[in-house]
């Protein structure tokens, strides 16, 4: 490792002398909280982050725990999935949560914070805390066999992104991320949509057929919309296989009838004949409560996509866990790499947090720190390792991370749809509060646990 980090090791018994280190790349967000939460269990921690010597293309400021674009962590009310997910961290003890309650500005029902105080507060509290050093240097490369946690995000500097490539293979890390709408399945209108793979392989996906005047009007609306601007560090690279929906269709009229809307292969059982075009959607996890928009990755803005998807038979009412993007992204394809606890099954004193475990968003990234640093210290100090309820926030987002099938993982921002279902029908208002009240009961129990164990 090129910081040389030195360290002392705990013994499994956590009778050791001398006390267990911890080093954490990355002061952003998960390197931060996962400092925080390692300092707070008794473990010294050497935190590198590679500011002010170096600058990725987004950031900007010396401090820690810097927010690259929007100032607001989101939805601030437990009956929606990231706002409980928030609350599940404050209950954890997390610097994230403290310090944008500290430095709150008034967004109506999100929760936003004056960037350049949130960042000060975090700085001035890790540079405060006696078992945490910083040190300002990019770390190149990394020891599988120290205790670290590498949390350099999602515009990790080349040099470490090439070690970690190296160490899981470089079909198993992403630089970027061409994402394909998800949408919820309770959403959609399945008198309008057939099950079916394409030749009669199954019933594996959904589909929306599409009449020659619906695919006229959803050309026409897709071609007209409002694109999201590239920021200058990233280039529109992109591969043949994972091309745009828009990029696609400004080739010409009937290319989308070859690429991602082709027909062939499918009968629709309604008329008994070939549609003359289809969306074909595919299960996005086990449960089947969500589903993607196959080859639909786009660069349309946000609310352009809501209006053109909507037009697509079935789509009309259709509720999007996640919209569409391609932006740069250095993650890890976790499913069979990453343990429950964030470590890598084959290197086990070797933890990833953040964004490049495969999360998406501020407060997703702040999560798995606080998760990675909670169990480094307690490896470091010869105790089990932990992993949250699967009902609780966090513990869907491991699930994500653990569970998905590997050749179809794409990072995702916490919701609903990734939690287990809820045992009673509920009307579609009230299944925010129902989560929320089964996740915090999970959360406590399982704290209490852990506060029990540890007396
Ligand atoms: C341009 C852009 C805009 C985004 N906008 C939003 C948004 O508006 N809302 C949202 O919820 N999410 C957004 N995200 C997604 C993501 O959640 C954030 O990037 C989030 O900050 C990720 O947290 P993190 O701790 O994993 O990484 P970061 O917060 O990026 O922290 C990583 C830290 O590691 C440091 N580092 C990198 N390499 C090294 C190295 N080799 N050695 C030492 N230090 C290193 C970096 O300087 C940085 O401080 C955005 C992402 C990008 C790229």
């Not at 993650?331 to 999360?359: E, M, T």
């Not at 653990?402 to 045992?423: H, R, S, W, Y």
């Amino acid at each position: 490792m090129s910081n040389g980090a030195g360290q002392g090791g705990a013994s499994a018994s956590g009778s050791t002398q001398i006390p267990a280190e911890i080093c954490i790349i990355g002061g952003g967000l998960a390197g931060s909280e996962a400092a925080w939460q390692a300092a707070r269990r008794g473990v010294r921690v050497r935190l590198y982050e590679m500011k002010p010597q170096k600058f990725s293309p987004a950031h900007h400021s010396p401090l820690l725990a810097e927010l690259v674009c929007s100032n607001s962590l989101r939805a601030a009310g437990t009956e929606t999935a990231v706002g409980l997910l928030k609350e599940e961290m404050r209950r954890l003890g997390s610097l994230i949560m403290t310090a944008a309650e500290a430095t709150r500005v008034p967004a109506g029902r999100s929760l936003a914070v004056d960037r350049g105080a949130f960042a000060a507060f975090i700085t001035a509290k890790l540079e405060q805390e006696p078992r945490i050093s910083i040190l300002r240097e990019e770390v190149e490369d990394f020891e599988p066999d120290r205790l670290t946690i590498i949390a350099t995000g999602p515009l990790t500097s080349d040099a470490l992104a090439a070690a970690l490539g190296r160490l899981t293979g470089q079909e198993h890390l992403h630089f970027y991320d061409a994402i394909a709408p998800i949408v919820f399945a309770d959403s959609l209108d399945l008198n309008k949509i057939f099950r079916a793979s394409r030749y009669g392989a199954g019933h594996d996906y959904l589909n929306c057929p599409l009449d020659e005047a619906e695919y006229e009007r959803f050309y026409r609306a897709l071609m007209s919309a409002r694109q999201v601007p590239l920021r200058d560090f990233e280039e529109p690279r992109y591969f043949e296989g994972c091309l745009p929906i828009e990029v696609m269709a400004a080739r010409g009229y009937q290319t989308l009838l070859y690429g991602p809307m082709k027909p062939v292969g499918l009968t629709d059982p309604r008329t008994g004949k070939q549609p003359f075009a289809v969306v074909q959607l595919r299960a996005e996890n086990r449960e089947g409560t969500l589903y993607n928009l196959v080859g639909f990755q786009t660069k349309l803005a946000h609310p352009e996509q809501k209006r053109v998807f909507r037009l697509i038979p079935g789509l009309e009412q259709a509720e999007f866990a996640r919209l569409g993007s391609i932006h740069r992204n250095t993650f890890i394809r976790s499913p069979g790499l990453l343990s429950p606890y964030l470590n890598f099954y084959r290197c086990p004193r070797l933890f990833l947090a953040g964004q490049i475990s495969g999360v998406e968003g501020y407060v997703e990234s702040a999560a798995m720190g606080l998760l990675a640093g909670l169990n480094a210290a307690r490896l470091g100090r010869g105790e089990p390792l932990v992993t949250p309820p699967s009902a609780t926030a966090m513990g869907a987002l491991i699930h994500h991370l653990t569970n998905t099938a590997a050749k179809d993982f794409q990072p995702m921002n916490v919701n609903f749809g990734l939690f287990p279902p809820l045992e009673q029908r509920l009307a579609k208002k009230q299944r925010g509060a129902a989560y929320a009240a089964r996740a915090l009961k999970a959360l406590d129990e399982w704290t209490d646990k852990l506060t029990e164990r540890a007396a």
